[in-house]
């Protein structure tokens, strides 16, 4: 019989190469860099007795059948001693593997000591006859015993991944799989010797992908990563919370204060009281905007930020963001115009609230920082005209705002849209903002996979220009902005901004007393009986003996929230109210919210400060039974 060498003779120069390393340039003195080294100076004695012992099966004839048998046997010791080091060297990567695994290991390793000392007295493994080698009836345990300690190994491993990085498991896995497939290969070529050359790659990877320090400080620097970013979600997660209850301690004395205010506003006929109410409305809406700004960069920092895509007018959306910036234009003396296409489509599917928001922190912007001349808005609709078996056509939105304001110098464009930034601070210090606007901006358009640029000469204006992809709805063209907006504003003059519901009663719920007197002043004139509780349990106590028509309940109260008490009600088929319709109030204004609450069940959601309109549409709506 012949043994081809060729792969022992390689393992063990490549082997000793490697020794020779990792007692000079690779060297470190660590438990784990010793026992890879004890593992390699066993393969190496091992693949050359499997060369030596191969050379004397060759030639059996001239070597003592004895002195075969003792060479045979040390391979095999050999073999036992690597499996050992192999054993040892990955147990030292799992200190939280149980004794009870270390001990099966010993006991297979001893299992398989004896069976070879037994052999040299019974040949139960292998024997040499007149210089021929034989087959011993165990020949085959030989080879399942190390191969049932390396399974055995590879359960320890997976049993035990928690002590380490998902990365070094992998590693490790090949490390006991490479010996494994040469071993299995081996035994169905048993002329070709293999064993050595997989245990060669094992220990390969033990030195460079384990131990060497370049992977020892890349590993420490990967834990010590993954520990701080878990402490940044932690960090990001508080000042999430920390934003939403600062939004409702903040909202709910903003509420007070702005809905008296619109009482004020609205009831009285001094013209020096009027003008300091519409003073405190302004400057109160200022400091919601800067809330929701806050709030809203808090939500894109997080991943939490979602776009809400739905069908949408353009019209509508144009009106909205015209009617809130042309009174802050007018008092400036400014200009202020919107344009757009009358042959672009009108109605579209997206996120309509980001995209006002866009519109809206553009044309702020501008106006803000024109002192004199104009600012204008113009809407574009860039795509394809033929319509698909839908309907639907695809393009582009273009929203281009203008001014001539006092511009940017070419420097500051890089830091146009950076958050809490302020281009030239000194000169710009007494315009109000917290110079969030663009980069929120910028972050909502590149969440829409659109894009943002901007041309500007210092000292005579600025042209921001946006780009967002949008699919179109239907055919119907939008017309002339201007000529629409006439018409809107001369059917909004006809119709009645309250209503009267005599006979219908409602029940608000709040813990807030100054919040309560807001809301019955709303909707003083409407006729309706309006009910107060100040907590849920009080709640729950009225709507079991009076029977609302709707019910507005706050969110946040002590003892029982508005959430609980509402699926009080509803789960409980003997309250006269379980089908009467709730409408949630909240100081958490942040965006999602909405479709929150209306998957808990409540028919509609009013953010506080409440608005009046808002406040009498939902009303009406719901009184008609429009939800």
């Not at 315009?431 to 000469?457: A, C, F, K, P, Y």
């Not at 809107?488 to 608000?508: C, D, M, P, W, Y």
Request: charged fraction near 20%; proline fraction near 2%; glycine fraction near 6%.
């Amino acid at each position: 019989m012949y043994y081809n060498i060729s792969f022992d003779i390689a393992a063990i120069l490549v082997l000793i190469v490697l020794a020779i390393g990792m007692k000079t340039v690779l060297y470190t003195d660590t438990r784990g860099h010793k026992l890879v080294r004890t593992y390699m100076y066993s393969v190496i004695a091992f693949a050359a007795i499997d060369v030596v012992s191969a050379y004397t099966i060759c030639y059996g004839e001239l070597v003592p059948d004895f002195l075969n048998l003792i060479l045979n046997s040390l391979y095999h010791y050999a073999s036992i001693f690597s499996v050992a080091a192999a054993m040892r060297t990955i147990l030292n990567y799992y200190p939280s593997a149980s004794k009870r695994s270390i001990w099966i290991n010993r006991i297979l390793l001893y299992l398989m000591i004896a069976i070879v000392t037994i052999n040299l007295f019974t040949g139960c493994l292998f024997r040499f006859e007149n210089g021929v080698y034989y087959h011993g009836i165990l020949y085959y345990v030989g080879y399942a015993l190390p191969l049932a300690n390396v399974f055995h190994m590879l359960f320890v491993v997976i049993i035990n991944r928690a002590d380490r990085t998902k990365a070094l498991t992998r590693i490790i896995l090949l490390f006991l799989f490479l010996p494994t497939i040469f071993t299995v290969i081996q035994m169905l070529f048993v002329n070709v010797l293999l064993i050595a050359f997989g245990e060669m790659f094992s220990a390969l990877i033990m030195i460079f992908a384990l131990e060497t320090p370049d992977y020892r400080q890349l590993m420490k620097t990967m834990k010590e990563l993954e520990a701080a970013r878990e402490e940044a979600n932690i960090a990001n997660r508080t000042k999430s919370d920390f934003l939403a209850s600062m939004s409702h301690e903040i909202r709910t004395p903003i509420n007070g204060i702005l809905g008296m205010n619109a009482m004020i506003l609205r009831d009285s006929n001094d013209a020096q009281i009027v003008e300091y109410a519409e003073n405190i409305r302004i400057a109160g809406n200022t400091l919601l905007s800067i809330i929701n700004d806050i709030l809203d960069l808090s939500k894109i920092e997080s991943g939490k930020m979602e776009l809400l895509s739905d069908r949408y007018d353009l019209f509508s959306i144009m009106n909205d963001c015209y009617q809130m910036n042309r009174m802050r234009a007018s008092e400036k003396g400014l200009s202020f115009a919107v344009e757009n296409d009358p042959e672009m489509p009108a109605e579209y599917i997206g996120d309509a609230v980001r995209i006002r928001q866009i519109i809206n922190n553009l044309l702020s912007n501008g106006i803000k920082y024109t002192q004199e001349g104009s600012v204008k808005l113009r809407i574009d609709f860039i795509g394809s005209r033929h319509a698909d078996d839908s309907g639907n056509t695809y393009g582009t939105l273009v929203i281009r705002v203008s001014d001539t304001g006092i511009g940017i110098k070419q420097e500051d464009l890089s830091s146009l849209y950076k958050s809490f930034s302020r281009l030239e601070e000194n000169r710009n210090r007494n315009i109000e903002g917290t110079g969030l606007g663009l980069h929120i901006t910028q972050r909502l358009v590149n969440m829409m996979q659109g894009s943002i640029d901007v041309e500007s000469t210092y000292g005579k204006g600025s042209v921001f220009t946006v780009r967002i992809p949008q699919k179109v709805v239907g055919r119907k063209h939008m017309g002339d902005f201007a000529v629409r907006q006439k018409e809107h504003i001369n059917v909004a003059s006809g119709e009645t901004k309250t209503f009267k519901a005599a006979g219908k009663r409602i029940l608000i719920v709040d813990d807030v007393k100054m919040n309560v007197l807001v809301f019955k002043g709303l909707l003083r004139g409407t006729e309706m009986t309006i009910d107060c509780a100040y907590s849920g349990n009080e709640a729950l106590s009225m709507t079991k003996k009076t029977k609302y028509d709707i019910i507005f309940m706050d969110h946040l109260m002590p003892e029982m929230d508005g959430v609980e008490t509402f699926h009080r009600i509803r789960d409980d088929a003997d309250n006269i109210n379980h089908d009467t319709p709730v409408v949630v109030l909240t100081a958490n204004a942040i965006v999602g919210m909405r479709s929150s609450y209306l998957e808990e069940g409540f028919a509609e959601y009013i953010s506080k400060p409440v608005e009046q309109e808002k406040l009498i549409a939902v009303t009406g709506e719901l009184l008609r039974g429009g939800k």
